[in-house]
Structures are given as structure tokens and as C-alpha cells.
């Protein structure tokens, strides 16, 4: 299984909004890097959200529901698209302060890449994000 963090702006989609719909799929991304990430997520696979704005924080643990596929809103046809659902809320958010204070991370994409909307999250960073964030 990989983990994956997705950003969002709370205003626009928080990740009490996916609880409250029990599923979405995400759409609109248009970087190349982050499309890159967003086609290789498969079934059963996790994310963290990640509240951007005046947040900066992980926030809440989602499940893809399905691997990617070609986005209905792009008519080009050539951006993916995936579905998820909510797991759980995080018991302590983690935010970009803490994770930027913290050398382990200095090459993460959340660290070095800040506009990257969906980047995967190495398994040995994953195991320190989960456990701060009570997962």
C-alpha cells in the first residue's frame, strides 16, 4: 500500500466535507508532477489531506476507492483522476512547521515542491507523519 498527500483549500474542500459526502473524486490537477503521482494510486492505497491557506496542516486520512482514471472534466483527455473516501480525522494535526523543523524531511515534497497539490509520501516519512498524527 502507498500513502499519498493531497492538498486542498479548506474553503473550497475540507476534509469535513469529505466526511460529510463519504466520498469525492478528485479532480482538476493540472502540474505534470502531480498527475505523475495522482496515475500511478491504486485501490486501497491512503492519503493524507492537507488543509493549505492559513492552515498548513495535516488534517485527515482518506482511502482511494479505486485507481486512477481519465478525469470527465478534462476534455483533452489527458489528466486522471481518483475517488476516496474518509478514514479518520487526525487526533493531533500536523502541521508544515513541525515538518519543515524536522530534517528528516528537508527532501519531501511538501518541504521542497510547497505548490505540488499530490505527491507520494516516502514509507519511512509516512510511519513518522501517522504517528503524530494519531493514525
Do not use: C
Amino acid at each position: 500500500m502507498a500513502t499519498f498527500l493531497l492538498k486542498t483549500e479548506p474553503g473550497d474542500y475540507s476534509f469535513a466535507d469529505l466526511v460529510r459526502d463519504k466520498k469525492t473524486s478528485w479532480t482538476g490537477v493540472k502540474n505534470p508532477a502531480a498527475q505523475a503521482a495522482l496515475r500511478s494510486v491504486k485501490k486501497g492505497d491512503e492519503a493524507f489531506i492537507y488543509h493549505t491557506g492559513a492552515e498548513k496542516q495535516i488534517v485527515g486520512l482518506a482511502r482511494f476507492t479505486g485507481a486512477a482514471y481519465a478525469d470527465p472534466a478534462d476534455k483533452a483527455g489527458k489528466l486522471v483522476a481518483a475517488d476516496l473516501a474518509p478514514v479518520r480525522a487526525a487526533k493531533e494535526p500536523v502541521t508544515l512547521s513541525r515538518v519543515k523543523a524536522d530534517a528528516r524531511f528537508k527532501d519531501f515534497a511538501l518541504v521542497r515542491q510547497s505548490r505540488l497539490s499530490v505527491m507520494a509520501v516516502p514509507p519511512n516519512l509516512d510511519k513518522i507523519l501517522r504517528e503524530w498524527a494519531g493514525f
